[in-house]
C-alpha cells in the first residue's frame, strides 16, 4: 500500500498537474514547442520531486534560468496539489452522500410498501393493532377464567345446599 506521500507524489506527477502548470506558466510558448504532450516532457525534465523514505517528507525542485519563475512554478506544483486533494476529498465525500442519500431513499420506499401491506393484511385479518390486540385477548381470558372460577364457586356452593338433580345446579354447571 503506498504511503500518502507517494500518492502526493503521483497526483504531481500527474499529467492533470504538468498540464495546468504549463498553461499557467503559458510553457509551450516558453520551451518553443507545439505539442502540450511536449511542453509536458521539458517542464518534467526540469522539475525533480522525491520522498524522503525515513521522514516522508517530499522534495520538489524545479529548474530555470529565472529563479523567480522557478520558485512560482514550485509554488503552483503545491498549490495543484493541495487544489486536487480537496477536490478529491470534497468529491470522495460527496459519493458518500448521495450512496446514504438514494440507501436513505431506498430504505424509505420499502418501509412505505411495508406499511401498505401490513394495513392491507391488518384489513382483511381485522388486526388493527397487534400490541393492543393482545393485551384485549389478555384481558378476556382474565375475565373469561375469572367468570368460570365464580361459576364453579357457585357450582359448589349450591352443591352443598341442593342436590345434582336441582334447577339452579343444572343450570350453573350448563353454563360451565
Known amino acids: 500500500m503506498k504511503s500518502t506521500s507517494e500518492i502526493f507524489v503521483g497526483i504531481l506527477t500527474s ?3 504538468q498540464d495546468k502548470l504549463v498553461q499557467q506558466f503559458e510553457l509551450r510558448k516558453f520551451f518553443g514547442v507545439r505539442r502540450m504532450e511536449d511542453a ?3 517542464l518534467a525534465q526540469r522539475t525533480d520531486i522525491s520522498v524522503d523514505r525515513k521522514s516522508q ?3 520538489l525542485t524545479v529548474t530555470d534560468h ?3 519563475r522557478a520558485a512560482a512554478m514550485g509554488n503552483a506544483y503545491v498549490a495543484e496539489l493541495n487544489r486536487l ?3 478529491l476529498s470534497t468529491s470522495s465525500a460527496r459519493r458518500e452522500r448521495i450512496f446514504l442519500e438514494e ?3 431506498a430504505v424509505s420506499q420499502d418501509l412505505e410498501v411495508a406499511e401498505k401491506d401490513f394495513s392491507q393484511f391488518s384489513s382483511k385479518n381485522t388486526a388493527i393493532d ?4 393482545g393485551r384485549a385477548m389478555v384481558e378476556t381470558a382474565a375475565t373469561l377464567q375469572g367468570q368460570y372460577i365464580a361459576a364453579q364457586s357457585e ?3 349450591l352443591k352443598q345446599i341442593y342436590t345434582d338433580n336441582n334447577v339452579r345446579v343444572r343450570s350453573v354447571r350448563a353454563r360451565i
Open 103 to 105: 440507501r436513505l431513499k
Open 66 to 68: 529565472d529563479a523567480k
Open 15 to 17: 499529467r492533470t498537474v
Open 155 to 157: 357450582l359448589e356452593g
Open 40 to 42: 509536458c516532457k521539458l
Open 85 to 87: 486533494v480537496a477536490e
Open 130 to 133: 397487534i400490541k393492543e390486540q
Open 57 to 59: 517528507i517530499i522534495t
